[in-house]
């Protein structure tokens, strides 16, 4: 088995989450051991992270603190590394560039996945950085998919409660006004609709109409994929 290394602390619930799914996926596959996986918690001071997810502003300051976790779980011995949050993946050839270990996608992995599922046009929801950096947009133009994003009102009022998530707050009403979001994709011909930030998992939205996929999810069944190599 390969060891994996994840970079969390974006959300604790969300790491939590993502390391249950990893462990318990793995077990399925193979009952011989438990996975190998190392965790480090970033000591990101919360206003880095606020500006980030309310107001796509400060993204630099990130840098030197991804980069040294990241340092710092190839000298544990991870023999690759995750990051369980789309927004960080705008500093993905950063971090990449500092370690000599493979770090998967989720955005590669995500496209990956549409592809292979021949989704044709799909519905984007996420952090204002990740749609401002075009992160998905870029990489399913290249692959041929197309994609729609909400309006700038929606994405305001989706900025609010991906912030309310990320401190670990979550309420019915939250869940309500992403479920109207996605809705608005339906008149847009979409063939699913993407969760394009790992926190929105926490609300399980449903929709009766379209499928919805969860990306942590796609980025977790790569990371077994990758451990049981």
């Not at 929606?154 to 707050?169: R, S, T, W």
Request: glycine share 4%; aromatic share 8%; charged share 25%.
């Amino acid at each position: 088995m390969k060891t994996v290394g994840i970079i969390g602390g974006f959300g604790p619930e969300t790491t939590s989450e993502f390391y249950l799914d990893v462990v318990f996926s793995c077990y399925q596959k193979d009952k011989t051991s438990r996975p190998p996986i190392l965790i480090s918690s970033v000591p990101l001071p919360y206003k880095i992270e606020e500006d980030l997810i309310m107001k796509n502003e400060g993204a630099e300051r990130y840098i030197p603190f991804l980069v040294e976790e990241a340092q710092r779980l190839e000298k544990a011995g991870a023999n690759f590394l995750v990051l369980p949050c789309n927004s960080l993946h705008v500093f993905i050839e950063n971090i990449r560039s500092s370690v000599k270990i493979p770090v998967l996608s989720i955005v590669e992995e995500t496209v990956e996945f549409m592809k292979k599922n021949n989704f044709k046009k799909v519905g984007i929801v996420s952090t204002s950085a990740t749609i401002k950096n075009k992160l998905y947009e870029n990489a399913f133009q290249a692959s041929g998919i197309l994609y729609e994003t909400p309006n700038d009102l929606e994405q305001e009022k989706m900025g609010k409660f991906i912030h309310n998530l990320v401190m670990g707050q979550q309420n019915n009403r939250d869940r309500e006004e992403l479920i109207k979001i996605i809705d608005g994709f339906e008149n847009k011909n979409v063939d699913c609709v993407a969760l394009a930030c790992t926190d929105l998992q926490l609300l399980i939205p449903k929709h009766q109409n379209l499928k919805i996929f969860d990306t942590m999810k796609i980025l977790s069944e790569a990371t077994v994929r990758e451990i049981l190599k």
